[in-house]
Every structure is written in C-alpha cells, then in structure tokens.
C-alpha cells in the first residue's frame, strides 16, 4: 500500500486546514500520526474502514473529524481551530493486518511521506 499525503501548510491559530491521503489501494485500517521536533509520534486519528468506527486522541477531539470518499482510498483529516502546539509533521499510516489498531503507532505496516503543519500566533 502506497500513502500519498497533501495538504499541509502554514496557518495562525484558530485557523484550519485539510490533510488528505491516498492510498493505492483499500485499506479497512488508516490513521493519521504527527510528530512535533523533539517528541514521539503520535495518533491523532484512526478509522476502521469497514465499521466506519473512528477514534481521535483526546488533544484533537471536537476540533479535528475523519472523513473518506466513497471509494475509501482518500482519508481526509480536516483540522479545525487549531492550535499552536497541533504543530508537527503529519503522517497517513495504513495497517494491512486485522484487527485495526487503533493509535497504536508501531502496529502500523504503512507510512506515508508526511506533511507540515506549522501553527503560528
């Protein structure tokens, strides 16, 4: 599975941004990951394909919503009132493995190149 990631930018806080991911083929397990300079990759958000059932980590939820096409190849990541520390290289992650897993970032089989979102005052 090959990840194409876009979307990324510059943005001041409060703003929003779209991330998009294409995948080259289905695949039921996606997510998306970030990692700031200095830190830990980390999940944002994750969707079960199949089950439509999304998870978001408690930093990003009611700012930050899954969506897909219809062919469920492009997971979008729209990004809302953003903040300052939402700054980092953002990741689109497949696993071609069941179940899902989730944010669990290791369990993840397929990256993508990663994408900047810088957050300014």
């Known amino acids: 599975v090959q990840l194409v990631e876009s979307g990324g930018g510059s943005v001041q806080a409060g703003g929003s941004l779209r991330l998009s991911c294409v995948a080259s083929?289905?695949?039921?397990?996606m997510g998306w990951f970030r990692q700031a300079p200095g830190k830990e990759r980390e999940g944002v958000a994750s969707?079960?394909?199949?089950?439509?059932?999304?998870y978001y980590s408690d930093s990003v939820k009611g700012r930050f919503s899954l969506s897909q096409d219809n062919a469920k190849t492009t997971l979008t990541l729209q990004m809302n009132s953003l903040k300052l520390e939402d700054t980092a290289v953002y990741y689109c992650?497949?696993?071609?493995?069941?179940?899902?897993?989730?944010?669990?970032?290791?369990?993840?089989?397929?990256w993508g190149q990663g994408t900047q979102v810088t957050v300014s005052s």
């Open positions: 992650a497949a696993r071609i493995l069941w179940p899902c897993a989730g944010m669990q970032t290791d369990s993840y089989t397929n």
């Open positions: 083929v289905y695949t039921r397990c």
């Open positions: 969707i079960d394909s199949h089950s439509k059932m999304t």
